[in-house]
Nanobody, 115 residues
Framework: QVQLVESGGGLVQAGGSLTLSCAAS????????MAWYRQAPGKQRELVAR???????DYADSVKGRFTISRDSAKNILILQMNSLKPEDTAVYYC?????????WGQGTQVTVSS
């Protein structure tokens, strides 16, 4: 099993920045991808950014140029730097990890952007 614990959420004004962290523990050997998802009230959970082996990253169009995902594989930490935040970024943000064919989820952290 892999345990994922997110931190760093909170309330911020539009245009501000937040940094989310996800610490992975347990059977982390063999994790081949990690990502951030988010779910706003009444909406489906969506991919925000993903970090795959070889340093490959990809982003949702809505966050390109504003969010940056980074991963410290040695420390099993995933970071999401969020800049120029907008009210529509308000959501619960979830950390996700994949090992072989198994996916793991964190409990989520709330991000609220006020206008």
């Amino acid at each position: 099993q892999v345990q994922l614990v997110e931190s760093g959420g909170g309330l911020v004004q539009a245009g501000g920045s937040l940094t989310l962290s996800c610490a992975a523990s347990g059977s982390t050997l063999g994790i081949n991808a990690m990502a951030w998802y988010r779910q706003a009230p009444g909406k489906q959970r969506e991919l925000v950014a993903r970090s795959s082996r070889g340093g490959i990253t990809d982003y949702a169009d809505s966050v390109k140029g504003r969010f940056t995902i980074s991963r410290d594989s040695a420390k099993n930490i995933l970071i999401l730097q969020m800049n120029s935040l907008k009210p529509e970024d308000t959501a619960v943000y979830y950390c996700w990890a994949q090992r072989s064919i198994t996916a793991f989820w964190g409990q989520g952290t709330q991000v609220t952007v006020s206008s």
